[in-house]
Every structure is written in structure tokens, then in C-alpha cells.
């Protein structure tokens, strides 16, 4: 769906801090077994970041690292003692978790529709909430919270166009621009990614609704303020929407950006249905590999990129809305042109629920997974993909319980993924099924892990943790 945005204004404002006078309203169901037990291992429990890089297996923002693998090296869940996974503890109903929570310090923050939450990762005390200003302009906020844990300051964006920072100590608001007017289309469906000392963050519209020009940031995160803006059409034009997540190549200097389609025809521009580098300074244009470049079925691209290094080469990885994965290589040199390694397409073109790719790839040793809508060749209504991640070649595939959305997350060998009504646990190597609890309904939320936890919220309103015991 093409999807824009637009100038705005930025404003700033203070807020007093939410206490939690209203927690004795909701259900808290602590199920906490052997709470002596540390749900952190022993090489997680460090905590700290820089730039927003992970440091000691904390799970800092929405893909865990820059790069947007959606795999903790840290954590120390795997095949050998998954089966010793239970439910920890659970909070709620409250409003809708359409994001993933971020677990910095043994502290899990989460953001609902209308508010952050900070719970201890061990009990599921809740600690604070932070309440965000009125918004009458949707109700499901699905940018996932990214934490800085040397500033103390979490980050997210809403509906109505705002990004928030809020001191994690205590939950009071610090800080909130609006980067588009919300009466005129503006909309945040990105979440934000801490690194290079930056807030990047992208700009849609909801739903074309109407239809905006797209752009992604760089803010200050201790002020704000925009540092630069890349429109993604001239002006004057309206589409390339980034509703995705962005990502980064340290090494390279750069920020990953995935677009949408023009609002208006079904000429492409260049940097729409793309993914593309910008400088991660100046946002400036370095690269782009354009998917399509006509578009006549809103087949644009719904999710971030995730990169990888891999016996020597660079890959940027994602997909779109025409059912297709691609794997392109970054340009050798300055002013040279990516090439598409791979592409493999694991879906019809369509919307969700229907066909296309709308996850997010998640990677690790040489394997590319993601979920896609109903397979060609009829035999699932939605299934979830290894590829190789050198040839783009299946590995292995198997049906799930509904088209997945919600990122997944990899510990050891094994594959979490929040689906419709479930989350599983995959062995990586084959596909198998090797744990799983219900969840009850639709999951938009993802997965997060830290040492011996497993954290997701849900559309239902309930945040829970499963975790190993302690002799695990």
C-alpha cells in the first residue's frame, strides 16, 4: 500500500510523570515458579549500549541489532532445554501490543495503544507507565520501543506522527516532536533504531488516506530536533511511504530503507518500491535497488531489511507485497550499482492475509527466515521459509497458522515465531516444531529474547514471559 508523508512542525512539551494509579484495575497473573531462578544468563547480565548496539544480550530495539537479524547470541535458549520452557508470569488486559517489547537491565518495556509500560523482567511487577498525549487518528501503535540504556531514555512513535522519548527511570516524559501534520495523512508505523549517536526513524500515511509524501529522519534523541529529512519523491509528489523499520550497515555508514509505491500511476520513481542506502550522516542517497518499476498492484514494500556478511560479501535482504524476497549485493565502489543475487518468491502479489511477504527477514548462520502468504503451489494458506542465504534456494518450509506479521526472534537454534493464535518455537535445521504455547487470536507484536526469557505481547492486550527455570 503506498503509503507518505508530508512537512510538519515539531514541537516539544514536558510532561509530569504517570504514576501507576490505575494498575489495581487490571489483572496481573504472576506465575512465578521458581523466581530464585535468574531468567538472564550469566554472559546477559551486563547491561549498557552504545549507539544503540546491544551490549551483553539486551535486546535494545525492534530487530535486537543494527543489522536487524532478530538473533541474540546471548540468549540461552536452544533444542536441548526448550522443553523446560514455561510461562513465567502475564499482565493484563490492557490495550492492544502491536509492537515489540525492548528488555534492557532486567526491565521489559513495552508499548501498547496508547502507552509505554515498564514491568521487572523477573516478577512482572509493573514498575511505571508513561500515557501519550490524545490521539484520534488510529488506534493500533505498532513502533516498537527502542531503549538507550546510557541516556535512560526510551523511544517510539505513534499515529499521530509524534516520536516520544521518556526517562526510563522514571517514567516521565522528556521529550516529543511531531514530524507530520496527522489532519493531513501523517503517520508513524516505523520504529525507531538508536545507532551513529541518531534516532532514524521513517514517515507514512495511514493507509492513503490520504496519501502523503514518505521520508525517513535523523533526529537528536536528547533533543529532537531533526538533524536531516530524506523525501523519497520530489516535491510536489506524493508516495514512498517508509512504513517500514530501518536498519543499518555500520561498517558502511549507512542506514537501510525499504518504500512504498507512488499514491498516483504506476511509474516508479527511483527511490519507491526500493530499498535503499542513505548516508547515515547527511541521508543522503548512496544506493537503490528498485524491485519494480511499474507497479500496478500496490505491491510496494511492507517490511525493513535485514543485512548480513557472509564468506565475504555483503547481502541486504528483504521483501515485498509481490510475494518476492530479494537478495541484493551493495555496490564494490563508489557510484557503481547493487546487484540482485537472488530472488525467490514464495507467495502470489497481494494484499495481507491474501498473498505478498509482510515480516521482516530475521537471519542466522547462513539462513533467511521469513513467513509469506499462501504458497503457489496451494498447500498452505500462509507458511513460513528458510532460504540459503547465499543462493536465496528454500531450505525448508512449513505452513502456519495464518500469514505472519510479527517479527520473529532466534535463540541458539531455535526459531521463535508469534502466530495466529501461537507462538512457536522452529529448529532451525529443519523446520520442526519443538515447543509451543497459545497466545488466543491474531499476533502483530513480535518476539523479543533475553538469557533464559521469552517476551511478546498481543492484540488481546496481554504481556507474558516464558523462561527457563534456574537449573535449566
Known sequence: MARGGREGQA???????????????????????ALSGALRSDAATATGAIGGVPASGDWTQYRYDLAGTGANP????????????????????????????????????????????????????????FDNLPNAYGAVLSSSVAVDPAAHMAYYGTPDARVYAVDTRDGHGVWNVQLGDPAHGAFIWSSPLLANGKLYIGLASHEDNPCIRGAAFALDPATGATIWRR???????????????????????QVIVTTANPCEGTKVPALEDAIV????????????????????????????????????????????????????APPASAGSAPRL????????????????????????????????????DGACRAALWALDARSGSPLWRVCTSGQVVAASAISHDVLFVAETGVLKGYDVATGRVVWSAPLGGPQWGGVAIVGNAVVVGSVQGMLRVYALPASA
Open 74 to 129: 546471548y540468549a540461552g535458549i536452544s533444542t536441548a532445554n526448550i522443553g523446560r520452557l514455561a510461562l513465567r508470569w502475564q499482565f493484563g488486559p490492557l490495550g492492544e501490543f502491536a509492537s515489540t517489547p525492548a528488555i534492557v537491565g532486567n526491565v521489559v518495556y513495552a508499548v501498547n495503544n496508547k502507552s509505554l509500560y515498564a514491568f521487572d523482567l523477573t516478577t512482572g511487577k509493573a514498575l511505571w507507565h
Open 341 to 376: 543475487v537472488w530472488s525467490t518468491r514464495i507467495s502470489g502479489a497481494g494484499y495481507l492475509g491474501t498473498a505478498g511477504v509482510y515480516q521482516p527477514p530475521t537471519y542466522s548462520d547462513g539462513r533467511v527466515f521469513v513467513a509469506g502468504g499462501p504458497t503457489l
Open 231 to 253: 523525501d523519497m519523491v520530489p516535491a510536489g509528489e506524493l508516495g514512498g511511504g517508509v512504513w517500514s523499520s530501518l536498519t543499518a550497515i555500520p561498517t558502511a555508514g
Open 11 to 33: 514541537g516539544r512539551e514536558m510532561w509530569s510523570r504517570v504514576t501507576w494509579a490505575t494498575a489495581a484495575a487490571l489483572v496481573a497473573l504472576a506465575l512465578i515458579g
Open 277 to 328: 542506502a542513505l548516508d547515515w550522516n547527511t541521508g543522503t542517497p548512496i544506493w537503490q535497488y528498485q524491485a519494480l518499476h511499474n507497479d500496478s498492484c500496490d505491491c510496494d514494500f511492507g517490511q525493513g531489511a535485514v543485512s548480513y556478511l557472509l564468506d565475504g560479501r555483503q547481502y541486504v535482504v528483504a521483501g515485498n507485497k509481490y510475494g518476492v524476497v530479494y537478495g541484493v
